[in-house]
């Protein structure tokens, strides 16, 4: 139940929850209804006075611009009609002008037209005349042109019987040719394959010794007749610069009959060519070649090889003087860094000797001071245990282990770096040494 006060007479009454709902409800309902109003009416009569407002400032501005326009109109007007009259103006003056142009112009025609009558006749004479250089000229051409016409024939015929001298000149070398050829053919039909390979080794042979004597004086070649591991190549050519041998090659020739049943490759002999190589100790490995007469890659001239087998090429027999001057040349400048080597690893050696000989010092100094200091103390022990009288020589003799043990890690301080300190010729070989040691290592 709900208590409720009647604002006039003050009496109190109760009344229950639903009912009291319903009265509360309808109060709230018409109390917000009326201030709904009341704030409605407010806005509107705010939103009339802002929108006269406004439309009082949109008419102002606008009247505003209009005397703007209207003014800028005028101006511009004016601004015409000037423009009209300074362009009358100038029209007028251009006529004027024009005018005067037309007056000139004419005069000036007549004195032309007066010119030209008069050159008028020189020009036909120099007419003529030209007309007669020209006739003269084109007679001379024709008779130029009938010289070179006769002369060209003439070198027509000679050229006509250079060539048929020429074609018989050729058709006899080709007839020589090939009767070459079929000699040849009719040879290697007779000679066994032995003797093929063998013709083919003695060319090498004969194209090496022609120029041993002004290119290769110290080097040598010759067969490898050393078959004790099994295998042997053909011709083993070694050189040397000032005792030092700076190239080596094995060669193997290979060569067949055309009649041949059985082609082999050039790629056949490279595991044994590989081989050979190795067990001889040399270098480079270079296969001399008639085989695959008809491959391109092996006609074109030297053909390295060295990604099936190290440092390995095939030649065709024309190529063979070319491959050893080409691998001659490149390692005749490794001599040179040859020589540095060997003097680096002398100077090497020499430091690395003293530095041998200190070690050996120190060690044996250390090793002589260790035994000193056992037979000193064992000396000072006996001395505690029997005499006590002696302190003073205890106290010396531990004076000089004392010694021993300063100029022992006065030694071991002993470094290089103080051995060369102000002494810049050491410090430069030691430097020199250490790097060529990295360098090795």
């Known amino acids: 139940m709900k208590e409720l006060k009647c604002p006039k007479c003050q009496h109190v009454f109760q009344v229950d929850e639903e009912l009291f709902e319903s009265l509360a409800n309808q109060v709230r309902n018409t109390a917000f209804a009326e201030d709904l109003k009341r704030q409605t009416k407010e806005i509107r009569e705010r939103l009339a006075i ?100 006769t002369s060209i024939a003439n070198e027509r015929n000679n050229a006509n019987q250079r060539l048929n001298s020429l074609k018989e000149q050729h058709t006899l070398e080709i007839r020589q040719k090939q ?46 007749n050393d078959a004790s591991e099994g295998s042997k190549g053909d011709f083993i050519f070694r050189d040397y610069s000032d005792g030092i041998e700076y190239i080596s090659i094995m060669f193997e020739m290979k060569n067949e009959n055309d009649t ?113 200091s056992e037979k000193f103390r064992a000396a000072i022990e006996g001395i505690d245990k029997s005499i006590a009288s002696l302190q003073k020589i205890k106290d010396a003799l531990l004076g000089s282990e004392n010694n021993l043990r300063l100029a022992n890690d006065k030694a071991e301080a002993l470094t290089i770096k103080k051995l060369t300190r102000g002494n810049p010729t050491m410090k430069a070989k030691f430097d020199e040494a250490r790097e060529n040691n990295k360098t090795e290592a």
């Open 50 to 149: 802002e929108l006269q407002s406004a439309t009082k400032q949109i008419e102002s501005d606008y009247s505003r611009k209009l005397n703007e326009k209207e003014m800028a109109i005028v101006k511009m007007n004016s601004e015409i009609e000037l423009m009209k009259q300074q362009l009358a103006n100038a029209e007028a003056a251009q006529k004027a002008a024009l005018k005067e142009q037309l007056a000139e112009r004419d005069t000036e025609i007549e004195k032309l037209k007066s010119i030209v009558a008069q050159d008028e006749n020189k020009r036909k004479i120099a007419l003529l005349e030209e007309r007669n250089a020209t006739a003269e000229k084109l007679r001379q051409k024709d008779r130029e042109i009938a010289e070179l016409q």
């Open 179 to 224: 009767e070459l050829i079929d000699y040849y053919k009719e040879l290697k039909a007779k000679l066994s394959t032995k003797m093929i390979g063998e013709s083919l080794e003695q060319h090498c042979q004969n194209e090496f010794n022609r120029m041993r004597a002004m290119m290769y004086p110290n080097a040598y070649f010759d067969k490898d």
């Open 260 to 372: 041949t049943a059985t082609k082999h490759r050039n790629e056949d002999f490279f595991a044994k060519l590989d081989r050979d190589r190795t067990k001889k100790n040399c270098e480079y490995a270079v296969l001399v070649s008639l085989l695959e007469s008809d491959n391109d890659l092996y006609n074109e001239g030297i053909v390295d090889v060295s990604y099936r087998y190290p440092k390995m090429y095939v030649i065709r027999p024309q190529f063979f003087m070319s491959v050893i001057s080409m691998l001659s040349q490149a390692s005749r400048k490794s001599v040179d860094y040859q020589r540095q080597l060997d003097i680096a690893k002398q100077q090497n050696i020499d430091v690395t000797n003293f530095e041998q000989q200190l070690n050996a010092f120190r060690e044996g100094f250390g090793r002589n001071y260790r035994i000193a």
